[in-house]
Structures are given as C-alpha cells and as structure tokens.
C-alpha cells in the first residue's frame, strides 16, 4: 500500500531564511508519480511540480528546489530565500502506477514565514 | 476557461440530510475526483471517475453517491449525512488520471450538525 509522511507539522521562519519540508514515501511499485501541492490561506490547492520515478533529476524553479532520491524514498522541497507569501500548507503526494487512481497525499506541513 | 467549479461554497446540514455537492469541469478533462480534506489528514480520495459513465471506489468511499453522465460533470451525493462528513471537499480533474497534475476547485465547507 502506498503511504506519504510529512513528519514536519508546522514549520516557521523568517523572512529570508531557507527551509526545507520533508517528504517520505512508501511504495511496493517500481513506477510511480510524486506531487508537490500548495494550499494558501485562501484556501485552493495549487500544483507545484510532478515527478516520476524514473527522474531524479533534481528540478529547480526559481526559488524553489526539489531533491528527489529513491535510496532514502524521499522527495523534498527547499524554499530558498523564504517570502510571506510562501506561507501556505504544503502537501505531497504519491500515485503508484499499478494502484488504479489512487493518489495518496501526505497530511500537509504549514509554512509559516514571518516578516 | 472556469476551470473547476464547485457548488456551494458553503453549507450546513442536520444529520441524516441529504445533498449533492455540484462539480464541474471546462477543460474537457476525462478524469474527475472527490476528495475531503480534514485536519492533519492531508486530502482522501472519496470517488473517482475516468470517464462519462465510468466511476469508482477511492479510499473513504462510504456514505457517499457519485455518477458520471458527461465529461463536464461531475456531482457528489451525500445520502444522509452525519457529523463525520463534516469537512471540506474538493473535486478536482486532470487530463490522464493519477500520473497527471490535477485541477481543483476551490472546495466546499460542509459542517454536519
């Protein structure tokens, strides 16, 4: 069975800082997909990146960064350089590729960025 | 494009009522869901369909109704709620199913009383 943990509850930091949330996956399959999903304030969930377990490239957009390394089952993401409006929760989440639809998402970790 | 619509935005039950949260999709999607989002759980997939007739069993399936007569489509019934359904749902939909981004609505507040 597929399972997605996000250890880290909340996380807050100031502006400027760097910060990474965890994200570890558990999957029997040896073809599947990984989400990022942020969820503001306001409360609509936003696609960030996918991945498929054949990539590990390493995947920068802007300020944001994602390492992806099947050895540790782990797909985190970094904020460098952290901005209030990076404030939301984020989620991951995981497909297996023999699972039907099943996407399974982890239970979210809230960024909290202070000024 | 609308994208994915949800309708109510908002809305309170008595226990044992029933109702029907509305989907819907412009973008011609074959793959729709229901999902609930409730506190520390991350989301949990209800239904799901992949296509006009076509739908299926998620995770917490129990409890609630869905059908799938168009591609646009896409409404979720509640037989007769209970305080445990209190939560928010969302219905998203993408392109090609689980190994694609998917879309969301902006959710539906429901609280069970």
């Known amino acids: 069975a597929q399972k997605v943990t996000q250890a880290q509850t909340e996380i807050s930091v100031v502006e400027k800082e760097d910060v990474t949330l965890d994200c570890v996956y558990e999957t029997r399959d040896t073809t599947y997909y990984l989400f990022w999903y942020k969820q503001p304030p306001s409360g609509e969930l936003v696609f960030l990146i996918r991945r498929n377990s054949f990539d590990e490239q390493n995947e920068i957009s802007g300020r944001y960064s994602w390492n992806f390394q099947k050895s540790t089952s782990s797909f985190n993401f970094t904020i460098t350089a952290s901005q209030v409006v990076d404030s939301a929760v984020y989620f991951c989440?995981?497909?297996?590729?023999?699972?039907?639809?099943?996407?399974?998402f982890g239970g979210g970790t809230r960024l909290m960025v202070k000024p | 494009n609308a994208g994915v619509t949800q309708t109510p935005k908002f809305q309170v039950l008595k226990t044992g009522q029933s109702m029907t949260l509305q989907c819907a999709q412009d973008?011609?999607?074959?793959?729709m869901s229901w999902y609930r989002q409730d506190p520390g759980m991350g989301l949990r997939l209800i239904h799901y369909s992949v296509g006009a007739g076509i739908t299926d069993q998620g995770e917490v399936p129990n409890g609630y109704n869905v059908s799938r007569s168009t591609t646009e489509d896409f409404p979720l019934r509640l037989l007769s709620a209970a305080p445990s359904q209190t939560s928010v749902y969302f219905c998203a939909s993408s392109y090609g199913g689980r190994s694609y981004e998917q879309y969301f609505g902006p959710g539906t507040r429901l609280t069970v009383t």
């Open positions: 989440a995981l497909s297996e590729h023999n699972a039907g639809n099943m996407l399974t």
């Open positions: 973008m011609n999607h074959e793959y």
